[in-house]
C-alpha cells in the first residue's frame, strides 16, 4: 500500500506568483469599468476614448510583434484585414447598438450590467489553456462580457461614443488574454512586473473615483494573492489518498441486452 502517491507538493511562493495572474486580470476589468464610469459621466470625450482605442491597438500589435516567435508576413495581412473588418463591423452597427435598450430604464442596466460583469470573473478561465481549447463556461463568461459592454454603450449620446466604448471594452476582453499570454510566455518577470505596475495604477484611479471601492479591491487583491495561497498550502496537509496492488472495479455489460 502506497499512500499519497500521486499528491503534488506545492510551494507557497509559487502559487502566490501564480495567483498573479488572477489579479492581473481583476484589475483589467476594475480598469475597464473605470473607463465605462468616465465615459458615462463625460469625463472622456469622443476623442479621447478614440485616442485611448488607437493606444491599445497600437501596443497590443507591438507586444505581440516583439514576443512572437514566429511570425510571416501573410500573418500580419490576416491580422491586419481581420482586425479592419471587426473595426468596420462595429462602427456600422453603432446605431444598432445605441437603441437597443431605449426601452429599458437605466436602473435595470446598471444591475444588469453589474450582475453580467461579476458572472464574467467568476466564469473567467484564469489559467492558459483557454488560448488553446473554450469550454463552455468560458464562453459564457465572454458572453457576459460583451453583452455588458453593448449595455452600457446603449446609454452613451453619439454614434461616435458608442463605436468608441465598444471598441475598447472588446479589445479588452477579447485580446488582453492573448496579449498577457505572449507577455508571460516570453519572460515571466516581465509579466510579474507589468501585473504589479497594472495593480499599482488601478488602486491609484480607483481611490480617486471612491475610497471605499479602493478599500475593497485592495482587500481582494490582498485576499487572492495572500490568503487564498495560505489557505491551499495550509489544507494541503490533509490531502489524503491510497494507492495499492489491487484492480479498480469495472462495470462489463452488454447494452443490447
Known amino acids: 500500500m502506497i499512500m499519497?502517491?500521486?499528491?503534488?507538493?506545492?510551494?507557497?511562493?509559487?502559487v502566490i506568483l501564480d495567483s498573479v495572474s488572477i489579479s492581473q486580470y481583476l484589475c483589467i476589468v476594475s480598469l475597464v469599468v473605470l473607463v465605462w464610469t468616465y465615459t458615462l459621466r463625460s469625463i472622456f470625450t469622443e476623442t479621447s476614448l478614440l485616442l485611448l482605442d488607437i493606444i491599445l491597438l497600437c501596443s497590443g500589435f507591438l507586444i505581440v510583434l516583439l514576443t512572437a516567435k514566429r511570425l510571416s508576413f501573410d500573418l500580419l495581412v490576416s491580422y491586419f484585414l481581420k482586425t479592419s473588418f471587426f473595426i468596420t463591423g462595429l462602427y456600422v452597427l453603432s446605431p444598432v447598438y445605441q437603441t437597443l435598450t431605449r426601452s429599458i430604464s437605466s436602473d435595470s442596466i446598471w444591475a444588469l450590467t453589474t450582475s453580467l460583469?461579476?458572472?464574467?470573473?467568476?466564469?473567467?478561465?484564469?489559467?492558459?489553456?483557454?488560448?488553446?481549447?473554450?469550454?463552455?463556461?468560458?464562453?459564457?463568461?465572454?458572453?457576459?462580457?460583451?453583452?455588458?459592454?453593448?449595455?452600457i454603450a446603449s446609454r452613451l449620446p453619439s454614434r461616435l461614443h458608442v463605436f468608441a466604448i465598444v471598441l475598447f471594452s472588446l479589445q479588452v476582453f477579447l485580446f488582453g488574454p492573448f496579449v498577457g499570454y505572449c507577455v508571460k510566455k516570453y519572460s515571466f518577470r516581465l509579466h510579474l512586473c507589468f501585473s504589479f505596475g497594472l495593480m499599482v495604477l488601478t488602486l491609484f484611479l480607483v481611490y480617486g473615483l471612491h475610497r471605499l471601492l479602493f478599500v475593497?479591491?485592495?482587500?481582494?487583491?490582498?485576499?487572492?494573492?495572500?490568503?487564498?495561497?495560505?489557505?491551499?498550502?495550509?489544507?494541503?496537509?490533509?490531502?489524503f489518498e491510497i494507492n495499492g496492488p489491487w484492480d479498480e472495479a469495472k462495470l462489463c455489460f452488454n447494452i443490447s441486452e
Open 117 to 151: 460583469v461579476v458572472l464574467h470573473l467568476f466564469l473567467h478561465n484564469y489559467s492558459d489553456s483557454t488560448l488553446e481549447f473554450t469550454n463552455f463556461t468560458s464562453n459564457i463568461s465572454l458572453n457576459a462580457s460583451i453583452v455588458s459592454s453593448l449595455l
Open 4 to 14: 499519497n502517491a500521486n499528491v503534488v507538493k506545492r510551494d507557497l511562493v509559487k
Open 216 to 239: 475593497l479591491l485592495l482587500g481582494i487583491l490582498v485576499f487572492v494573492n495572500l490568503v487564498c495561497p495560505y489557505w491551499l498550502i495550509r489544507i494541503q496537509e490533509y490531502k
